[in-house]
């Protein structure tokens, strides 16, 4: 386990944490007035490994040299002149630590952090993080790299016995579903309201595994299972490459599946939620890996039905079934999150091929017909 520490002070800023993989969805920009949950969970922590948060430059502003030395390979929006390592928690675990009022920017809804560090340590006035919580942005509080210390915790109680295996995965780890309500602001005559969509999540999932179906297509033509995965996919990756060569073929892989086809060049394969580490098939493959989160992937390859469930012992009788109907279907086409597919495009050397870096030139016009 592990807390957080002043680097000034040495007073403690957080709860005991886990660490966990980076979300994909963590620097996701969703809709306008709309309010996301937390990002973390609680009692979790990730770090941030790239250049991030402010003070930022746009891209044509940055040197060319600089764009590189990250690991962009091609031309990005704005580029983050922070540090690397950022830290992101739960605003429910963070200990003592106090606002910062005039650092406080956003105001649309909540703070956006783009002031700079607008928390301070509570002991000794040092700017140590910076809450989120604007609409349209994931909630969370953002460790500054150089104010606070790791300080490993060794506890009696600690029941932390390292990563789940794929196995302990399974039988524990939760599907993502791929639908949910969306709460959003109406103006103070109505208030909040909800409408169901399509799950952020599952938005953001799709804009990184897109970037990486693309690099590992070569331009060819793509297909991907049939059902959700179709839906979410095919009709972007059909709009984007080539339909003059042979498909390549994509298929389901993972824990709990059997062995694809050998002729799927393509595995869409779950990504580890602690660990951030891709599933690889036992004896390794020749077919090119495609990440998805894990709770997105099990959906996917698990897809939960809609069926009569017992309830618990507290709601109804034993013996009576509890029929719940399914989520409503979104009505509009999926449309895969365009700011994580730049943003993973961008850092994958593939980006560097001429008809990658059009897509990329061209993503805001994509934005607007609907593609993305």
Not at 113 to 132: H, K, T, Y
Not at 215 to 227: C, K, L, Q, T
């Amino acid at each position: 386990m592990t807390v957080f520490v002043c680097a000034g002070c040495g007073a403690t800023l957080t709860a005991l944490l886990s660490q966990v993989a980076l979300p994909p969805h963590a620097h996701q920009r969703y809709g306008n007035g709309v309010q996301l949950p937390v990002l973390m969970e609680p009692g979790t922590f990730a770090v941030e490994p790239e250049l991030w948060g402010p003070p930022w430059r746009r891209g044509e502003d940055a040197d060319p040299s600089q764009m590189t030395a990250p690991g962009i390979h091609a031309s990005v929006d704005r580029h983050s002149d922070g540090a690397p390592g950022s830290v992101v928690i739960a605003p429910g675990d963070t200990r003592g630590t106090m606002l910062i009022p005039e650092k406080s920017s956003g105001h649309c809804c909540g703070l956006d952090g783009a002031d700079g560090p607008n928390m301070a340590c509570e002991a000794c006035g040092l700017p140590v993080a910076s809450r989120i919580d604007d609409c349209s942005l994931w909630q969370a509080v953002w460790l500054a790299p150089n104010a606070v210390r790791r300080h490993p915790v060794v506890d009696a109680a600690d029941t932390d016995t390292g990563p789940l295996s794929w196995a302990e995965l399974m039988a524990e780890g939760s599907a993502t579903p791929p639908y949910e309500p969306i709460t959003s602001w109406g103006g103070r005559q109505l208030g909040l309201y909800y409408w169901w969509s399509w799950s952020p999540r599952w938005e953001a999932a799709a804009g990184r595994a897109l970037a990486h179906l693309l690099a590992v297509s070569e331009g060819r033509p793509v297909s991907v299972p049939h059902g959700l995965a179709e839906e979410v996919f095919q009709r972007t990756l059909d709009a984007l490459l080539s339909t003059d060569a042979p498909a390549l073929r994509a298929a389901l892989a993972g824990p709990d599946l059997p062995a694809p086809d050998t002729d799927a060049g393509i595995l869409l394969v779950p990504d580890h939620p602690q660990t951030g580490e891709v599933w690889d098939p036992a004896g390794g493959t020749s077919a090119h890996l495609v990440p998805l989160p894990f709770g997105v992937w099990l959906w996917l390859a698990f897809p939960e039905p809609y069926l009569p469930a017992d309830p618990s012992p507290e709601a109804l009788p034993g013996g009576v079934l509890r029929d719940d109907p399914p989520a409503p279907h979104p009505c509009q086409l999926f449309r895969i999150d365009s700011g994580v597919f730049q943003h993973t495009l961008a850092r994958l050397p593939a980006a560097r091929a001429p008809w990658l870096r059009e897509i990329l030139e061209n993503v805001p016009k994509y934005v607007g017909t609907g593609l993305f």
